[in-house]
């Protein structure tokens, strides 16, 4: 019985550790605790009836907009992070700092679903401007789209 019990421990620990590392460092952004600054603008969408979401094929979408001088690193950092374990990426840095970025991640499977995961950063405040966005999208959309996607709402976002 014991043997049974610890053996049904190990194999919990070992699904808990896999499910936290489906989990990216940049979706703590997109908590309260960052909407509550008034510089700071987010969004955040998920569900199958919203219509956004259902046209260009994502589960979950969600933006965060907010001053680069106080976000620009925290963000930066998460990014890096999440990036070593990133299928593919496009990134470019002014001064040191990244400055651009357009990120895949591993497709992961929630409720039965393969779901791809992207993130677009750019950091204004590097070049001319002041503020920092990130762009967070997971669905079964393919790259391309996502670009296509970024690409239309970008110019709205700055």
């Keep these: 019985m014991k043997k049974i019990l610890l053996l049904l421990i190990f194999l919990g620990g070992l699904w808990m550790t896999a499910a936290a590392q489906n989990e990216l460092?940049?979706?703590?952004m997109f908590d309260s605790k960052y909407a509550s600054d008034p510089k700071v603008t987010l969004t955040y969408m998920s569900g199958v009836r919203n219509k956004f979401l259902t046209k260009n094929r994502l589960l979950t979408f969600a933006?965060?907009?907010?001053?680069?001088?106080?976000?620009?690193?925290?963000i930066e950092q998460f990014l890096m992070k999440d990036a070593e374990?990133?299928?593919?990426k496009n990134v470019r840095f002014?001064?040191?700092?990244?400055?651009?970025?357009?990120?895949?991640?591993?497709?992961?499977?929630?409720k039965g679903a393969q779901r791809g995961r992207y993130a677009y950063?750019?950091?204004?405040?590097?070049?001319?401007?002041e503020n920092?966005?990130?762009?967070?999208?997971e669905g079964n959309l393919l790259e391309e789209e996502v670009d296509k996607l970024v690409s239309s709402m970008r110019k709205g976002l700055k």
């Design 85 to 88: 374990n990133a299928v593919a």
């Design 25 to 28: 460092l940049i979706e703590k």
């Design 63 to 74: 933006t965060f907009k907010g001053p680069a001088d106080k976000y620009g690193e925290i």
């Design 132 to 137: 920092v966005l990130l762009i967070f999208m």
């Design 121 to 129: 950063y750019l950091n204004n405040g590097v070049g001319k401007g």
């Design 94 to 110: 002014k001064g040191g700092k990244l400055y651009y970025g357009i990120f895949s991640f591993k497709t992961i499977t929630k």
